[in-house]
C-alpha cells in the first residue's frame, strides 16, 4: 500500500532538518574552535609558571641549584580546580627537584627553541604539560623545566562557552520549529477550506471554484480543476443531448415496428400480411444500424481514452473496405474505384475505427450520390498521409457545411433512411486520431470531397 505523504510533514521536515544539521555543524565547528583558544588561554598561563620556575634556577660553583622556600611552592601549587606539578632536570645532574613522574616529550625532532606543549596522565589523570629548554651561560648543562597541570578548568570552562553557545541555538530552533508549525497550520489553512468546500459539493454541481481565497501558487491548481470542471460538463451536457437524440431515432423505429406488428396480427392469411412484415424489416434494419452507429460513436469519443493507436497500413485497409462496399455500389449501379500509391501508406490509428471512418463516407457516397455515377476513393502518401472520398452526386450547400458534422442532423429534404450519424462518427473518429477534416465541392456543378489527413507517416512495424 503506498503511503500518503503529508505536505506539511514534507515542508516541516525540509524546514527543520537543515535547521537542525546546522546547529550540530555550528556546534562542533564551535567546540574545536572554544578548544583551540581555551588551550591557548591556559597554555598562557602554565608557560607563566614555567617561566618562573626558571627564575629561580641558580648556578653556584659550577652546579645547578634551585631554591624554591615552602611558600613559594605552596603559592605555586594552589589551583581551586587543577593541581600542578613540576620537575627540573639537566643533563649532567638528573632531576634537581620536583615530581620525578612529571611526564617528559619523548619526541625526537622536537624544536626546543620554543617550549615545547603536549598532553599525557599524571597518575590516571589527563594532563597538560609544558617543556622549557634552559641554557644558562655560566654551565654548559643543559636545563629542562616540565610543568603539568591537570585539565579541569580547561574542560569547565569548555563546557561553560559550549552551553552559552548551544543553549541558545536550541532555545532558537525550539522556537523556530513552534513557529514554523504553526505558520503552515496557517499557510495550509486555505487548502483545507478549498478541500472543505470541494467535499462539500454536489455531485451535480460543476461550477467553478472560486479563487478569492487561494493562494498564487494553488491558482494553477484551482485553474486546471476549473478547466476540468468545465470539460466536464461540456461532456455530460453533450452526453445528455446524446442520450436524448437517441432515445428520439429509436423511439421511431420502434414505433413502426410495433405498428407493423399489430397489422399482420389483425391479417388472416400470409399474403396480406407480407407487406407488414417488410415494413417490420425495415424498422428493424433502421433500429439495427441506428444502434450499431450509437455504438461506434460511442467508442469513438475521446471521453473514452481507451483507444490504443498502433501503426496501420492503411493502403490495405482501403482496398479491403472498398471491396466489401462494392455490391451495396453496384446495387445504385455506381462504379466504386481506388486510386493509392505503389507503396504501403502507415499511420497510427486504430484499425476498427478507420474501417467505420471510411465505410461511413463510402455509405454517405452510395445514398447521397448520383445513380449511375461514380465514386473515387484516392489514397495519397506525400505530403502528408490523406484519404480522399469524391462522388458526382449534387453536392452540399455552403449553409449546411458547419452543420451536417452534427450528431443526428440532416439536411432537409434529403433522401434515403440515414439517422444523422454518419458524418458525426467520422467527425469524432478523425478528432481521435487528431486528423484534419475537410469537405468540398468538386465543381461549381456538384460533387463532394472528403479529404482526411493523418498528419506525419507512421514507422512499418516489424513483422
Known sequence: MTKVRSLKTEILFRLIIPLICFVAIESVLSYFVTLHYVNETYDR???DSARSLTQEIKVKDGKIRVELPPAALEIFKWDEFDKTFFKIISSEQGMIVGDSFVPESFDPGANWSHPVFFEDEVRGEPVRVVSMLIIRDETPEKIFVHVAETVNKRRY???DILLADLVPQLILTLFTGIYLLRGLKRGLKPLHTLADEIAQRSPRDLSPIAETHVFLEVRTLTDTINDLLARLSAAIAAQQR??????HQLRT???GLKLQAERALREQDLPAMKPALQQMQNSADRASHTITQLLVLAKSGPIDGMNELKPVNLDA???DTCIDWAPKALQREIELSFEGPKQPVYVRGDEVLLRELLGNLLDNAIVYGKKHGNIIVKLKRFPTPSLIVEDDGPGIPDLERDKIFERFYRIPGSSGNGCGLGLAIVKEIADLHKARLELSLISAAGGT???????????????
Not at 446524446?242 to 432515445?247: D, E, K, L, R, S
Not at 470531397?449 to 513483422?463: D, I, M, Q, W
Open 157 to 159: 570552562m569548555m563546557i
Open 317 to 319: 485497409l482501403v482496398k
Open 253 to 255: 423505429p420502434l414505433a
Open 449 to 463: 470531397r472528403v479529404t482526411v489527413s493523418f498528419g506525419n507517416l507512421a514507422t512499418n512495424p516489424k513483422p
Open 242 to 247: 446524446f442520450v436524448a437524440n437517441a432515445a
Open 45 to 47: 598561563w602554565l608557560l
